[in-house]
């Protein structure tokens, strides 16, 4: 089994930063890809950002496009998101999910474990 932990939330003013991070622990030593949830309030949990296990495919959302980055360091079992020019539609739970396989799906239904989620609040 595989637990994942997300921190770095907060609340941050429009057009700020912030840097979320995924925790991997348990049973890592597969080939997982990762992905980047998130789900605003009466609204479907969406796809954000993904990544596959070696890195080199990294499919985003087109509303977060251009602002944000995802990364991963597989030394240390742990996947970042990198938020910039935060707008206040981007305010949600976010999730860090993984799957057992090295490429990268956009599906919920593709991922095996899911974080707790961390809450991003962005004002305007």
């Known amino acids: 089994q595989v637990q994942l932990a997300e921190s770095g939330g907060g609340l941050v003013q429009a057009g700020g930063s912030l840097r979320l991070s995924c925790a991997a622990s348990?049973?890592?030593?597969?080939?997982?890809?990762m992905a980047w949830f998130r789900q605003a309030p009466g609204k479907e949990r969406e796809f954000v950002a993904g990544?596959?296990?070696?890195?080199?495919?990294?499919p985003y959302a087109d509303s977060v496009k251009g602002r944000f980055t995802i990364s991963r360091d597989n030394a240390k079992n742990t996947v970042y998101l990198q938020m910039n020019s935060l707008k206040p539609e981007d305010t949600a739970v976010y999730y860090c999910?993984?799957?057992?396989?090295?490429?990268?799906?956009?599906?919920?239904?593709?991922?095996?474990?899911w974080g707790q989620g961390t809450q991003v609040t962005v004002s305007s």
């Open positions: 999910a993984a799957r057992r396989h090295p490429i990268v799906l956009t599906a919920e239904g593709g991922y095996d474990y």
């Open positions: 348990g049973r890592t030593s597969g080939s997982y890809a």
């Open positions: 990544i596959s296990w070696s890195g080199g495919t990294t």
